[in-house]
């Protein structure tokens, strides 16, 4: 299941609707991205634009991938877009499985992809100047190791 | 009537390839012999001050025909929706 918003998410609550009335699921992972000030205390805002249309499409491609390589048992991808603070969430990933092994590399697996393959965009506001957050060379290392 | 052998496209912009180009979202006909995304690029440099600084540097630019991601080479036939943006930073 994949979720594009500007509200905020309960972790607890996501966790919880996905495994109500399951018990088949031994391992459950959950990461979560925050909005981090990079500047020592000087952003006050976060901008996350996006590509409607694509980044629900592009986020279902990547879960739908992770379900073909890991026995999953249900997966869950929440990206926040618009208006955000530091410490605010950005993002969820949830990976259920059997045992834990599995769990653990999907999440890591949606992430990586995620980071290199959805279509959202950061802008940073520090002060009265803004700028836009230029991707990382090592994001896409990151995800490349998992090409096989 | 529309002339059947121009292309229609829409064009979309985001992050500073939105603010250099000066808008997010245009219905353009693109002239014979512009066959891939890269042709497109080239068309769209000659547009204006804007235009050229978007694409100054393409190798900065990554585009999306019809929502997937493709590569400069990538034809553009049968396209309805080309996206040209920064490479992402979500996460």
């Not at chain 1, 031994?26 to 976060?46: E, I, K, P, Y």
């Not at chain 1, 980044?55 to 249900?74: H, Y």
């Not at chain 1, 992430?111 to 279509?119: H, V």
């Not at chain 2, 939105?18 to 693109?30: H, I, K, N, Q």
Request: charged share 25%; proline share 5%; net charge negative.
């Amino acid at each position: 299941m994949i979720r594009v918003q500007t509200e905020d998410f309960d972790i607890g609550a996501e966790v919880k609707a996905l495994t109500s009335g399951r018990t088949d699921i031994g391992a459950l992972v959950t990461f979560t991205g925050l909005v981090r000030d990079s500047n020592g205390g000087t952003v006050a805002s976060m901008e996350l634009e996006h590509y409607p249309g694509m980044t629900e499409k592009e986020l279902s491609r990547i879960e739908a991938e992770a379900n073909e390589r890991w026995p999953l048992q249900a997966s869950l991808i929440i990206h926040r877009v618009g208006k955000l603070s530091p410490g605010d969430n950005i993002v969820l990933v949830v990976t259920a499985s059997a045992h834990r092994q599995a769990a653990f590399d999907a999440a890591s697996f949606l992430m990586d992809y995620l980071k290199t393959r959805a279509p959202f965009w950061k802008r940073e506001e520090t002060g009265d100047k803004s700028h836009w957050v230029d991707a990382r060379e090592s994001d896409g290392e990151a995800a490349a190791k998992w090409d096989t | 009537m529309p002339d059947v052998s121009s292309k229609q496209m829409k064009l979309l912009y985001f992050a500073w390839v939105r603010e250099r180009v000066g808008c997010g979202a245009e219905d353009v006909e693109l002239p014979e012999g512009v066959a891939t995304v890269s042709d497109v690029v080239g068309w769209l440099k000659g547009r204006g001050p804007g235009f050229a600084e978007a694409f100054a540097r393409p190798e900065l630019v990554r585009a999306a025909v019809d929502k997937v991601h493709v590569k400069p080479a990538a034809s553009i036939d049968g396209a309805r929706e080309i996206a040209f943006f920064p490479p992402v930073t979500g996460g």
